[in-house]
């Protein structure tokens, strides 16, 4: 897997979190989460037969995408969304490096309505948990180990950036 090496956020000297922290700590992230996801991509085939169709929404560098895209060689496809560029570039060159010819990723955000938004970029020399970037701050944006300007992304809407 591409990874930023700086994708994890400290909460102590020997503590952290993130999916690059994971990724680089243990060689895996979350395998109870994505087991339980396989899991319920074989039974909607095992109920409905192949054809099957997973959605990432927020992707990142692809974890979910891989695995999908992987256990559904042959019976299904994947699409997979990430809406920060840098974090993009990750997430296609892991489905090329895994061969998965069955995932479809795309450069862009998803949400409630149809429009554009302005995406603010953190600076990835930093460490900070990317995974954890949200595209709008509200009252529970968490702190992903730097502070995130939103000031020109509440102005409205100016195009995904």
């Known amino acids: ?28 992230c979350e395998p109870q989460e ?4 396989l899991a319920l991509l074989k039974k909607r085939r095992a ?14 560098v692809g974890v979910h995408t891989i ?7 042959g019976w299904g496809e994947v699409i997979s969304f990430e809406a920060q560029e840098r974090i993009y570039y990750a997430l296609a060159g892991n489905v090329a490096i895994n061969n998965c010819l069955n995932v ?8 409630a309505i149809c429009s554009q938004i302005e995406i603010p970029e953190p600076n990835y020399l930093v460490p900070s948990s990317f995974g954890s970037f949200e595209l709008r701050k509200s009252e529970k ?12 992304n509440q102005d409205g809407p100016a195009g995904i950036h």
């Open 67 to 73: 695995e999908w895209a992987r256990l559904m060689y």
């Open 141 to 152: 944006t968490e702190y992903i180990g730097q502070y995130i300007d939103y000031k020109k």
């Open 47 to 60: 109920a409905f037969g192949d054809g099957v169709m997973a959605i990432d929404c927020g992707a990142n």
């Open 34 to 37: 994505i087991d339980f996801a």
């Open 1 to 28: 897997m591409i990874i930023n090496r700086h994708d994890y956020q400290m909460v102590d000297q020997k503590n952290g979190y993130g999916v690059g922290y994971q990724l680089l700590n243990t060689s895996s």
């Open 104 to 111: 479809s990723a795309r450069f862009s955000a998803v949400g």
